[in-house]
């Protein structure tokens, strides 16, 4: 399922960078091919015969001596006898009588006749009328665009005039930028890709991490569910054995029976506030300016007796007049795990501690007992967790107590942690006092 979720998480993460690297790509590429067009365009407006449609056969000049080349039946040069390419560097103008004769030849470099012949039958599939029509064209000496427009001479006589220059710089520049785009856009995704990747498994961790936590709780709360359940089922098999029998004389079993329903209540209470808590807790309850000192006040009266029978020596501090901003009933039950958390794991004829001051603009609540042992202070408030000695029946509890008292931390804004002092286990809780 979570493997699931994050291939979505990654694929749409994937498509939308995608979308926007192949964009702006796209975007440089076009404008490149723009520029390259342009650039065709002012070379092409650079012509030997250079008047276009208002040029006049009879207004030509002679440019041979200025622009060395061939008119039509000269004999080619030295190099295109031997067959070896000359390099397109310049432009080439040619005048055409109506039928795409060559009347006249203009350019620095010598070409054969069907080169010339080609581009002609390219250029006058289309028909020109007085705007000049431009295209490109592929030939065996390489790429070329041209621009043909046509006019008429003294005569009435239709004439075109046909302008090319090379492409191959501009074209061959483009296909290094298409291919280095290309390569940069496929790295660009592998390294986003990667990116991706790795905030898509942090992202799902926490997920997965409150997904197993609530997989544990279930699975513990059954558990712990399922023990007083079988107790009280056997306790009913016994009494329904003894029919004959007075509730007097099965009043042990019935003890029994209300023992472990008593259990089933308490554990059901803890399940419901920690429900409670993570059901938006914050929401569900109405902080208030309360009296800190009041509420722990209440908590050490009603203990006291219990921790006289225990025996257990108890040193209490609790400054007057400690304003928090939360809830009394929550912080009274906080005081009470805490306390009764001490009472339970301190050592025989052992000591607990409990203070409460103001300091640094929080009010800080100090539990502490004797102990001997070791402390995992790692795991002390995951729910259902108990040391060995928390599990046995006489200890009761069922993991949940600290577990609520840390939730309850957080409704107040506060901070809860375990440390151990030499020899004394000390929680201790930071609230910010109210203002």
Known sequence: MFKKLRNKFLALNMTLISVLLITAFGMVLAFSVRNAERELDSRLQMNVFGAGDDFRLGDMPDMRNRHPGRAVGEPQDDAQARGERPEPIENVSLRL??????LEVRSRIEYEDEFYKSVISEALTEEAGTAPVSRMIKTDSGYYKYRISAAENDLGERIYYLNMTSADAQIKMLENLALTLFIVLVAALALVFLICLFFANRAIRPIQEAWDKQ?????DASHELKTPLAAINTNIDVLLAHGGSTINQEKKWLGYIKDESSRMAELTGELLSLARLDAGGAENVILAEVSFSRAVESVILANEAV???????????VEEGIMVRGDESGLKQLTLILLDNAMKYVSEQGEIR????????KARLSVSNSFSGELETDKVFDRFYRSDRSRSRSSGGYGLGLAIAKSITDLHGGTIKLKNRGGMAEFIVEIPAAD
């Not at 009588?97 to 060559?102: R, S």
């Not at 921790?307 to 501090?317: A, D, M, R």
Request: no cysteine.
């Open 354 to 361: 409990l203070e409460l001051r103001a300091e640094n603009g």
């Open 307 to 317: 921790i006289f029978e225990k025996n257990l020596k108890f040193t209490e501090s």
């Open 215 to 219: 997989n544990r709780f279930i699975a």
């Open 97 to 102: 009588d109506k039928d795409g004769n060559i």
